[in-house]
């Protein structure tokens, strides 16, 4: 994952301390109880409607670490590269371009090939877990 710069308020650094470990946790494949740490057991994590998620997805925890062992077998590796991020107390905004390499292949792409979006995500956390997500991902063509 890209280096994000620190802000300068000790509250928002601690914030964004947070976010950089999960989002590290998920590049590393964290899933189970090394994923659910992230989390506050009352989560709820958006996806808006996208290329793969025409319907969107609204999903708790157990479906969150669900859907996390379902990627492990879809990915064989995925990076974020956050390109700016905007953290007021416990709230981030977050810009990145995400890749995943594919163990399988999905439309025109193989396996072995990149899949790339650009992501939006907004996160709140609560004493210092997530709480709430909500991602909007534009996905390039494929």
Known sequence: MAAIPAPADANAAATMEVITRYLTAI?????????????????????????????GARRDLAEILAG??????????????VLNALVQGDEVALEMQWTGILAVGLGTLAAGDAMRARISSFITLRDGKIISQRSYDCFEPW
């Open 68 to 81: 996390a062992e379902r990627g492990q077998k879809v990915l064989t590796s995925q990076r974020y590269e």
């Open 27 to 55: 590049e590393q494949g964290a899933t189970g109880a090394a994923l659910a740490r992230f989390y506050d057991p009352e989560v709820i994590q958006e996806e808006f409607p996208n290329r793969l998620m025409a319907n």
